[in-house]
Structures are given as C-alpha cells and as structure tokens.
C-alpha cells in the first residue's frame, strides 16, 4: 500500500524540476504556534478515536480532550498576540474564506468518512476480498476525473457558487442512496454512491479552493492554502475516527454505515446551504 506510491513520486519530483520557483518573502517562523497546533489535533484525533472504541468516560479519553481544548485556546491566543503567528486570524474576516474551509471541512467528512465506512461495510457485511471491494470505487475514480474537468468549465461560466453548491449536494444524494440502500446488501448501491460523492467533489473542490485565494492578497496565497489544506485534513481524520466508533460493532455494520452516511449528509448540506453564499465575481 505504501511501497506502491514511491514511483508516482519520484515522477512527481521530476516533472517539478520543471516548474518555475515561486515568489520567496521573508517570515519568522512560530515554534509556539506550532506546537500547540500539534498538541490540538493530537488530542483531539486520539480522544476520538479512544472515545469510540473504549468509551468517553475513560480518564485518560477525557484528559485527551481537555488537553486539545486548552490547546486550542492558547493557540488562538498566540495566534492573536504573536508577532509573527503561522495562521493570521484576519484571514477569517473575509466571508469567502470562512465559507470555503467550511466546504473543505465537509467535503473530506463526506469524502474520506464514506471511502472508509464503504470499504469496511463491503467486507465485513457484504464480505468481499479486499481487492474486489477496491474494484468497487474504480468507477467513483473515472468520474472524479470527468468532475475536475467540468468543473472549470462551470466555474468560468457561472462562478464558483453554482459548481460548490452542485458537487457538495451531488455528494449528499450519493450518500443518501447508502442511507436507504444499505440494507439491501447491494455491490451497486455503494458504487452509485461513490460516483455521486466522488464526481461531485470532485466538481466542488476546484472552485473552492479559487475562493480561497480570492480572499486573500497574494503574498498570503500560501499561508491561505496551507489553512485550507488543514481544515481539510482535520475533517478526514475526524470523520475517521468517529464512523469508525459507529462502526466498531461488527453485528450492526449496516447501522453504523447508515448512521455514518446520515451525519456526512447532514455536515455537507449544512456547506452546501453556506456556499450559494458565495459572491460570483
């Protein structure tokens, strides 16, 4: 599984050779900031991930937590009072921007929650060998491709709210298909289900991220897109943790699938009804 993706990046590495350096401004770096970052998203992905599995009354579940809270506050506080902080907190003034993590954040819940909720429900319930049930998404992986491409061609047609809105609420029918299909035991259903939440993020994305660099002036590109990026990985490894306690009962996979289906819908509509916010420049 890791060893097969060294080639594609060692091609990737080459074909950077390639591409023009980008602009270098100077900055401090924010060794404080860092590391409250990281005390935050560990606590909070460990206590989740515990807390599923072992219960969230545990000492040491609830001590997690507490200390991802406090961290986050002095994160925040750093953030606000530093001199030189690695996530500005002016780059939240702007709607677009707030918007667009939002939709970040939603999207991988949707995206990463039903790959892994999907995979295990084909192979603990429909029991399927690993790579019949890796087959199963190859369809959702062709149409993501056919997303990306007609997504800037909407984009430039309509602005980025119509194409957010329209992946974000494909993404949604996707999975309520599993929602109502689940308890038929049926290869199709997931696969459906794949392709609308793989073509409609896939559709989605792109825009997004546009949004998130209109927000903000140039030389702050790459800070915007970093916090991007984080919003969006925080919202994988949450997702992850808490479908996989609503998973953790072998005898009740099609529930926990439906239940984890359910609560993605419901983080990726919420998204969808902030997007038609979004000014079409």
Do not use: K, W
Request: glycine letters at 10%; one cysteine or more.
């Amino acid at each position: 599984m890791f060893a097969i993706n060294l080639p594609v990046c060692v091609v990737m590495l080459a074909l950077l050779t390639r591409v023009a350096p980008s602009p270098r401004r100077p900055s401090r770096f924010d060794p404080v900031g860092q590391v409250l970052a990281l005390v935050t998203l560990v606590g909070l992905v460990f206590g989740l991930i515990e807390g599923g599995a072992n219960g969230f009354d545990a000492l040491y579940v609830v001590t997690a937590l507490v200390v991802a809270a406090a961290a986050l506050v002095g994160f925040l506080v750093v953030q606000a009072r530093g001199r030189a902080p690695m996530m500005p907190l002016d780059l939240f003034r702007s709607s677009g921007m707030r918007i667009a993590l939002g939709v970040g954040f939603a999207f991988m819940v949707g995206n990463f929650g039903s790959v892994f909720v999907l995979s295990l429900y084909l192979q603990q319930h429909l029991e399927l060998t690993p790579l019949a049930a890796g087959l199963v998404f190859l369809p959702s992986a062709a149409f993501s491709i056919v997303g990306n491409v007609v997504s800037g061609t909407l984009a430039n047609r309509f602005g980025a709210r119509v194409p957010v809105v329209a992946g974000l609420l494909s993404m949604v029918l996707g999975l309520a298909v599993m929602v109502v299909l689940a308890p038929s035991d049926s290869v199709v259903a997931v696969a459906v289900c794949t392709i609308l939440t793989g073509a409609g993020g896939a559709v989605a994305m792109p825009p997004a991220t546009s949004v998130v660099l209109a927000a903000v002036p140039s030389e702050r590109a790459g800070t915007a897109s970093a916090v991007f990026n984080t919003f969006r990985q925080v919202g994988g490894a949450v997702a992850i943790a808490v479908f996989g306690a609503f998973l953790a009962d072998r005898a009740h996979v099609v529930a926990g699938t439906q239940l984890s289906c359910v609560v993605a819908g419901a983080v990726i509509l919420v998204a969808a009804l902030a997007a038609t916010r979004i000014r079409t420049r």
